[in-house]
């Protein structure tokens, strides 16, 4: 049986396809960044006080920005999330919402060319509190993930990655899916934020 979460993955590419969204890579690291933003905010699991990406917060970008709307709640689900990490993580850290300079440039050039508007319907309508951690484990697969929780932060993997592995497409893709993965160690009200440390 598919799970709620399970149908707003794939629901949510498909919402950043259509707006123009051409790069898989861009697609797939907003999908989390989307849907954790959207896990997190007060009316599910209360771990900031957004709500970007409810019916409410559409409405009201629509009212102010009504033809850059799509990007502007995708702009500041990211900022929710990065403002969220920054406060919990070492400095200099890789997590979901901050993945390094080359993909960030990446995600910034993609959202230029959005030129469509979408409601991410599937998101707003997304009603799911965390009772127990590991929820993850139904949306992807890191079997071989190792990870340290450290109070309001887990670390993940005890090898910190270096600067050509975050210009690597391939290994920023599988990080940030680690990354996804590892907010399942957060539950209502109890948010960790994973994170990969750099080798400077």
Not at 176 to 188: L, M, P, Q
């Amino acid at each position: 049986m598919t799970t709620e979460l399970e149908t707003a993955l794939p629901a949510t590419q498909e919402d950043l396809e259509e707006i123009g969204v051409e790069d898989a890579l861009v697609r797939e690291v907003l999908s989390y960044r989307l849907l954790i933003e959207r896990l997190g905010e007060s009316d599910n699991n209360d771990w900031w006080e957004s709500m970007i990406l409810t019916e409410l917060g559409r409405d009201r970008l629509n009212e102010v920005t009504p033809k850059t709307a799509a990007k502007a709640r995708i702009d500041l689900a990211q900022r929710v999330g990065r403002k969220a990490e920054q406060d919990r993580v070492e400095k200099n850290a890789i997590s979901l919402f901050y993945l390094g300079p080359t993909v960030e440039a990446q995600i910034t050039a993609e959202l230029e060319g959005i030129s469509e508007s979408t409601q991410f319907e599937t998101l707003e309508s997304l009603s799911k509190t965390i009772g127990a951690a590991d929820w993850t484990t139904e949306l992807v697969d890191v079997s071989d993930l190792e990870y340290r929780e450290q109070g309001e932060t887990v670390r993940l993997n005890p090898d910190a990655l270096g600067e050509d592995q975050l210009k690597s497409r391939t290994t920023m893709r599988r990080v940030a899916r680690e990354c996804f993965a590892g907010y399942g160690c957060s539950t209502e009200g109890a948010l960790q934020v994973p994170y990969y440390s750099v080798e400077l």
